[in-house]
């Protein structure tokens, strides 16, 4: 079974501070990784993807990978109450060429 | 450029009935998915079509059939539902690539009593 783990949270965060989302997975295989917004009664809605070691910085969005860790993160900089949401994070199945989800964090920011 | 749409919105069916979801996507996508969110689970994917004419079993398949009936449309049926399918369904689909770069649709609460 592969599989993404997530903190199902609730991760709450002042305004203005880096919320710091986490989850590893177990597939070796697995080369792209992806996070997805979900806002409460709404459907998932792509944030990034990175499929190589390191960094990689979208406005206030930063993925990071490890792939000898299995771990992904992602950071949120500069938090907004409109950044409270749950955050879905997914590794490509090699397999199938599909997603597997992890079963996602729900971050708070506090006003 | 409506992306993925999905049909109903809501339902609520009686044990035993059947009914079929349908989905379709403007973006030209070869692969499209069905996935069941339930709290607490995570999205799961029931079965997913890698290209026009093809169609695979995902992790939770039983209970459930799929037709991809062209390149636009992929419906998902529910043969005799049972109040375990009692979920949020998501239609995605993404342009078939080693990213597998998944837009999804609205969503269809579906209730089974």
């Known amino acids: 079974q592969k599989e993404v783990e997530q903190n199902s949270g609730p991760l709450s965060v002042p305004e203005g501070a880096i919320a710091s989302l986490n989850c590893t997975y177990s597939d070796r295989g697995s080369q792209s990784f992806f996070w997805y917004r979900q806002y409460s009664g709404k459907s998932p809605e792509l944030i990034m993807f990175?499929?190589?070691?390191g960094d990689k910085e979208d406005g206030r969005f930063t993925a990071q990978l490890n792939k000898a860790s299995q771990y992904v993160s992602l950071l949120i900089r500069d938090s907004q109450p409109s950044d409270s949401a749950t955050y879905l994070c997914?590794?490509?199945?090699?397999?199938?060429?599909?997603?597997?989800f992890g079963s996602g964090t729900r971050l708070q920011v506090q006003p | 450029n409506a992306g993925v749409t999905q049909t109903p919105k809501f339902q609520v069916l009686k044990t035993g009935q059947s009914m079929t979801l349908q989905c379709a996507q403007d973006?030209?996508?070869?692969?499209m998915y069905w996935y069941r969110q339930d709290p607490g689970m995570g999205l799961r994917l029931i079965y997913y079509?890698?290209?026009?004419?093809?169609?695979d079993k995902g992790e939770v398949p039983n209970g459930y059939n799929v037709s991809r009936l062209n390149k636009r449309e992929f419906s998902l049926r529910l043969e005799s539902a049972a109040p375990s399918q009692t979920s949020v369904y998501f239609c995605?689909?993404?342009?078939?690539?080693?990213?597998?770069?998944?837009?999804f649709g609205q969503g269809t609460r579906l209730t089974v009593v």
């Open positions: 973006m030209n996508h070869n692969s």
């Open positions: 079509s890698a290209s026009e004419g093809t169609t």
């Open positions: 997914a590794g490509m199945d090699t397999g199938r060429r599909a997603l597997t």
């Open positions: 990175i499929y190589s070691n």
């Open positions: 995605a689909s993404s342009e078939q690539s080693w990213i597998v770069e998944a837009f």
